[in-house]
């Protein structure tokens, strides 16, 4: 998918990044890992606490951190932050117990690409922190890569 995603980066000329809290740099690791991503990949930020994501990221204090509006937030933010033209963004409860009222496996993924931003909720199985983790870094790439590919099933919400 990494390679799938570079493809589509540079034949559109641009730069991509990830804000990720949930996924804890896993999305990042994998871009940055991807044959020739210093063309294309600007990097990233690790914002795990609400207090990061609203310092860095402009996510409000107030807001649910799993949830829609803090996924596209952060994704707004990372975008804005590194001037980058797409981003993707991780949040949710990877396990094994669940958190403010959010079962494990609640996880949100932002997007943004140029003036428009939006979010997904995905529900994975299991209170596996790891396999959520690894769940949501997949769904995270496909994501960005539907993103890139101006899907039109990913839309501004």
């Known amino acids: 998918m990494t390679e799938k995603i570079g493809e589509l980066a540079t034949a559109a000329s641009i730069r991509v990044a990830a804000a990720e809290s949930l996924t804890g740099g896993q999305v990042c690791t994998a871009l940055g890992a991807t044959p020739g991503a210093s063309d294309w990949f600007a990097g990233g930020v690790v914002a795990y606490t609400i207090e990061t994501k609203n310092l860095v990221l402009g996510v409000p204090e107030d807001i649910d951190p799993c949830s829609a509006e803090c996924a596209r937030t952060m994704a707004a933010g990372v975008r804005d932050a590194l001037e980058v033209d797409a981003a993707v ?69």
């Not at 949710?92 to 140029?114: E, K, L, N, S």
Request: net charge negative; no cysteine; glycine share 14%.
């Open 89 to 157: 963004a991780t949040t949710g409860v990877g396990g094994p117990d669940p958190q403010d009222g959010h079962a494990p496996g609640t996880v949100f993924i932002g997007w943004a690409r140029g003036p428009h931003a939006g979010a997904r909720e995905f529900s994975f199985e299991g209170d596996d922190p790891e396999r959520i983790v690894e769940a949501t870094t997949h769904a995270a790439l496909e994501m960005l890569a539907e993103v890139l590919e101006g899907a039109s099933d990913v839309d501004d919400s």
